[in-house]
């Protein structure tokens, strides 16, 4: 069921530091990403969607698509100690359809 | 806004037995539900996708057999897992998401413990 791959398991950043995560679908179906955030002991909460090549910026969180590779990344810029959570990636083969997720990232970011 | 409710947060029942779990949208029409398992592990795993006046599709390795989904109306789902064992544990989430809607709302999940 694995149609979501995310990297990296777990990254640690400074505060105030930038911080990358990856993704890629490997069905050529699914060309429409989310990333969402999980916090301890909630469900995980969309961050923000991105169906276009090219980039999507929403104030610290900026999203980049390549359709072609199917490779989508989230970059948090200027990390905070509230952004430490879980991240997943999520996939679906149109943007009303059923969401499958990666395996999260673990981003920790330090004080 | 909209938001999305699961009871109970918590629930244990011993091997064998069955949990039913409830899920709630407040603010939007859940069209269609869609239930995961997330393991101890933090992967999540589809289990089915349950869209108002249309059959339930459930994923392999799942079926309605052994979790069973009601989802009379668009504000309300659930699910019963049943002869639960060991390896059902884990924390159960409801996504919905309305009709032309692109963003799933999540409830807090229900905790499944088994012993």
């Known amino acids: 069921q694995q149609k979501v791959q995310q990297s990296p398991e777990s990254l640690s950043v400074p505060e105030g530091g930038m911080a990358s995560l990856n993704c890629t679908s490997s069905d050529r179906n699914f060309q429409y990403f989310w990333w969402y955030r999980q916090h301890s002991g909630e469900g995980p909460k969309a961050l923000m969607?991105?169906?276009?090549?090219g980039d999507k910026k929403e104030g610290r969180f900026t999203a980049h698509l390549n359709k072609a590779s199917l490779h989508v990344s989230l970059h948090i810029r200027d990390s905070q100690p509230s952004d430490s959570a879980l991240y997943f990636c999520?996939?679906?083969?149109?943007?009303?359809?059923?969401?499958?997720f990666g395996s999260g990232t673990k981003l920790t970011v330090e004080p | 806004g909209a938001l999305v409710y699961q009871y109970p947060r918590r629930t244990i029942c011993k091997s064998g037995t069955s949990m039913r779990m409830e899920c709630q949208a407040v603010?939007?029409?859940?069209?269609?539900v869609a239930w995961y398992r997330q393991s101890p592990q933090k992967t999540f795993e589809l289990i089915a996708l349950s869209t108002v006046n249309s059959a339930i599709k459930y994923e392999q390795n799942f079926t309605q057999e052994k979790f069973p989904i009601s989802h009379p109306n668009l504000s309300f789902s659930s699910m019963t897992v049943l002869n639960a064992y060991l390896e059902d544990r884990g924390l159960y989430l409801c996504g919905a998401r309305e009709q032309g809607g692109t963003e799933v709302f999540f409830g807090k999940g229900t905790r499944l413990t088994v012993v």
């Open positions: 999520a996939a679906s083969a149109a943007n009303y359809n059923v969401l499958y």
């Open positions: 969607s991105i169906f276009s090549d």
């Open positions: 603010g939007f029409q859940a069209t269609s």
